[in-house]
C-alpha cells in the first residue's frame, strides 16, 4: 500500500502533523494529502467530522493545548484496509496529556484515510463489562 512514496504509516505521520501544526494552511495541506474527500473523524467528544469540521476541531484543540504534539505512540498494526495505532499527546513540558488508540480505515487502494475512530485512554485501564 504505497501512495507517492507513502507507506500507511507514513501517511499516519502525516495525518498526526496536521493536529500538531500550528499554522492553519499547513494543517490544512498536510490532512488534504491524506484524507479522502468523503472521510469522516469520531472520537468520545465529536462523531462523523468532515475535512473542514476536523480542521476546525484541531483548531480548537490546539487553542486549549498551546504548543502540544499528537505523536504515534505505537507501530501500525495492520490488515487488509485497516489499522490501529497508539498516539499520545505531549505537552510543551513533555508532560502526556492524553493518550488512545485509533483505527483506520484506508481507501481501498492504499493511498488515503476513509475513517478514522479515535478511543482515549489505555484499554488496561477500562473496567470489565
Request: aromatic share 8%; proline share 5%; with cysteine.
Amino acid at each position: 500500500m504505497k501512495i507517492e512514496g507513502m507507506n500507511p504509516t507514513d501517511i499516519i505521520d502525516r495525518y498526526c502533523q496536521a493536529w500538531s501544526d500550528v499554522d492553519p494552511n499547513t494543517r490544512a495541506g498536510l490532512l488534504a494529502s491524506v484524507w479522502s474527500t468523503t472521510a469522516t473523524y469520531s472520537d468520545p467528544t465529536v462523531l462523523d467530522l468532515d475535512a473542514d469540521a476536523l480542521l476546525a476541531h484541531i483548531g480548537r484543540i490546539q487553542a486549549s493545548r498551546p504548543g502540544a504534539k499528537v505523536l504515534r505512540s505505537t507501530p501500525l498494526d495492520a490488515h487488509h484496509a485497516f489499522a490501529r495505532f497508539g498516539f499520545k499527546v505531549v505537552g510543551t513540558d513533555g508532560n502526556i496529556l492524553r493518550e488512545g488508540i485509533d483505527v483506520v480505515l484506508f481507501s481501498p487502494d492504499g493511498t488515503r484515510i476513509e475513517r478514522i475512530i479515535g478511543f482515549f485512554g489505555s484499554l488496561s485501564a477500562q473496567n470489565d463489562a
